[in-house]
T-cell receptor
Framework: GAGVSQTPSNKVTEKGKYVELRCDPI?????LYWYRQSLGQGPEFLIY????????DSGLPNDRFFAVRPEGSVSTLKIQRTERGDSAVYLC???????????FGQGTRLTVV | AQKVTQAQTEISVVEKEDVTLDCVYE???????LFWYKQPPSGELVFLIR??????QNEISGRYSWNFQKSTSSFNFTITASQVVDSAVYFC???????????????FGKGTLLTVNP
């Protein structure tokens, strides 16, 4: 596609439920990032993929968070046993080898009630 | 650890005024990149500029200009003759420079909400 696509755009879930957030990067981009943006804050790094492998997952807050990118393209961020504190906008970005900057999607707004 | 501080939480100006958004950063890296992103109400982050720590030349792009002062660890952003369409949240960010000139993990400031009134 022309840009980074994230689905769903909005997700409301009950506390304790499992959610999956999807990111479709720009075609051909090998680098993919997930960030989390809480209200009134800047985005915070979660995880970085280079190809299929997670090159840096140091930003994942705890073991309830997990992300995969099995074929080196689409990535899924998975959150188990969601908590109200997980409510935020989850942003995905991708970058090609020839680019100096990452391109961001519009994010998924997750609300845990 | 890296840190980016944007002391101005909100700025409100009238159209055609000039406005400067401040950014101060902290890093132990000798080589790093600085960025500015714009986040309009639609939510996506729009890249504006990347600056290498070795390049302290100021840059101008249309109504936008950036002042990088390594001595004060600042990377300020000025919009000249502001327009209503400039209204957005602006983020300053920092990343280490990896081998080969790539960068990946961005540390963002908290952002400055700029409102340009007609």
């Amino acid at each position: 596609g022309a840009g980074v696509s994230q689905t769903p755009s909005n997700k409301v879930t009950e506390k304790g439920k499992y959610v999956e957030l999807r990111c479709d990067p720009i075609s051909g981009h090998t680098a993919l990032y997930w960030y989390r943006q809480s209200l009134g804050q800047g985005p915070e790094f979660l995880i970085y993929f280079q190809g299929t492998g997670a090159a840096d997952d140091s930003g994942l807050p705890n073991d309830r968070f997990f992300a995969v990118r099995p074929e080196g393209s689409v990535s899924t961020l998975k959150i188990q046993r969601t908590e109200r504190g997980d409510s935020a906008v989850y942003l995905c970005a991708s970058k090609g080898a020839a680019n100096t900057e990452a391109f961001f999607g519009q994010g998924t707004r997750l609300t845990v009630v | 650890a890296q840190k980016v501080t944007q002391a101005q939480t909100e700025i409100s100006v009238v159209e055609k005024e000039d406005v400067t958004l401040d950014c101060v950063y902290e890093t132990r890296d000798t080589t790093y990149y600085l960025f500015w992103y714009k986040q309009p109400p639609s939510g996506e982050l729009v890249f504006l500029i990347r600056r290498n720590s070795f390049d302290e030349q100021n840059e101008i792009s249309g109504r936008y200009s950036w002042n990088f002062q390594k001595s004060t660890s600042s990377f300020n952003f000025t919009i000249t003759a502001s327009q209503v369409v400039d209204s957005a949240v602006y983020f300053c960010a920092l990343s280490e420079a990896r081998s080969g000139g790539s960068n990946y993990k961005l540390t963002f400031g908290k952002g400055t909400l700029l409102t340009v009134n007609p």
